[in-house]
């Protein structure tokens, strides 16, 4: 067992550190000339024109994919998207019809909700992108179009590289559309298409960057309660951060629109209570100070994640995370791996069985 799991403790770590190279896999096939390339994505001109709706439905991680996605591509493409749970998409009467893109993603390629809610949107005439890990699974048979992650198999209940791989899909994918929307000049693609190709390495600086992480979750291991904060893509970012902790520490962890904290949530901010705000977004990185200060007078710990060489976090933060740079819209890939890595120690600290949480399936195939 030991073997299988390439010398690491758990399967959870050793997917955590390949995904560097199921990063590169995934894209490195797909970037020919300085252009993305996405050959099994077969869209005519006249294809193109008719879309005017993007819709991202998926379950769990894979949902918080698509929630990056959804920021990504609505920047890049200039059309409207939405990303919608699958269960919910299913069972809502969904405005969908043939001039409606779906984007499926799934890592399995068989959680039943999210297949039901495909074929759904399927009868209603839209055209099905399937975003999936597991070739020949019953979603990449139902879609129009599969564009699979190379992630390889992922054992660990809680989705790691199965997530990234996702995330880094749909930001080539956004690029790809927008670039055939004319949307993109030659000179804004190459700056995008240079820093996908940076992912794989930008993802292990992500992990060399942070040797203090066992030492944070020693740190906050035994608090019962966190919530996550962040704006735009560190927001889509957070809400994977929460559900990670969730799933493998059993801490209970809520994830916010910072700009929601006053609606609420800061009812619950007390004396030492963990609040780990996720500041890498730079152009509402003021916006984000200003949520750090509100919640420290309240006397939360802030365990903050910032773009390294950030100072000025340290006026405020209890404790920081450094997250490598990139292009602001695909921070959120580097930003999630240490939040990975926080979750599995904190579990680790917790003595929980990381690699098959209780109560958790990989798949979930039923209603
Ligand atoms: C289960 C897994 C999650 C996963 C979700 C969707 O709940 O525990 O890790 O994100 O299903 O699975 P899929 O295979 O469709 O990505």
Redesign the pocket.
């Known amino acids: 067992a030991a073997a299988e799991k390439g010398g690491y403790d758990h399967f959870m770590l050793k997917e955590i550190m390949e995904q560097p190279n199921a990063i590169k896999s995934t894209i490195e096939p797909r970037i020919q000339n300085g252009e993305v390339v996405l050959d099994d994505f077969s869209l005519t001109d006249e294809d193109l024109r008719q879309i005017n709706k993007i819709m991202i439905t ?5 949902f918080y994919a698509g929630s990056v996605g959804k920021y990504v591509m609505e920047e890049l493409c200039r059309i409207p998207v939405e990303a919608d749970l699958a269960s919910e998409l299913r069972y809502r009467n969904p405005l969908v019809d043939e001039h409606t893109l779906l984007v499926v ?7 039943a909700d ?1 297949i039901a809610a495909m074929k759904e949107c399927k009868a209603r005439g839209a055209r099905i992108l399937a975003i999936v890990n597991v070739v020949g699974s019953t979603i990449a048979k139902l879609a129009d179009h599969v564009i699979y992650t190379w992630a390889g198999p992922e054992i660990a ?3 790691t590289k ?1 997530y990234t791989t996702q995330v880094a899909v749909l930001d080539m994918l956004a690029v790809y559309l927008a670039r055939r929307l004319g949307k993109l000049d030659d000179q804004r693609n190459k700056e995008l298409v240079e820093a996908i190709l940076q992912f794989p390495s930008l993802i292990q600086r992500a992990i060399d960057l942070n040797p203090n992480l066992p030492a944070l979750a020693q740190k906050y291991h035994g608090h019962n309660d966190m919530f996550f904060i962040g704006r735009n893509v560190d927001y889509a970012a957070s809400m994977e951060g929460s559900l990670k902790l969730k799933e493998i520490s059993y801490l209970h962890s809520e994830a916010y629109a910072a700009g929601e904290l006053k609606h609420g949530t800061i009812a619950l901010i007390e004396k030492d209570r963990p609040v780990i705000a996720l500041a890498c977004y730079e152009a509402l990185f003021d916006k984000m100070m200003s949520n750090i200060k509100e919640v420290k007078a309240r006397g939360a710990q802030v365990l903050a994640v910032v773009l390294e060489g950030n100072r000025q976090i340290f006026a405020e933060a209890d404790d920081v995370i450094f997250v490598p740079r990139t292009e602001a819209l695909f921070n959120s890939l580097p930003e999630i791996v240490p939040l990975q890595l926080f979750a599995y120690y904190v579990a680790r600290a917790n003595g929980c069985d990381i690699d098959k949480p209780k109560n ?5 195939t039923v209603e």
């Open positions: 998926a379950c769990g991680s894979a993603v799934s890592q399995s390629g068989e959680t999210t209940v809680a989705t199965g958790l399936a990989k798949s979930v």
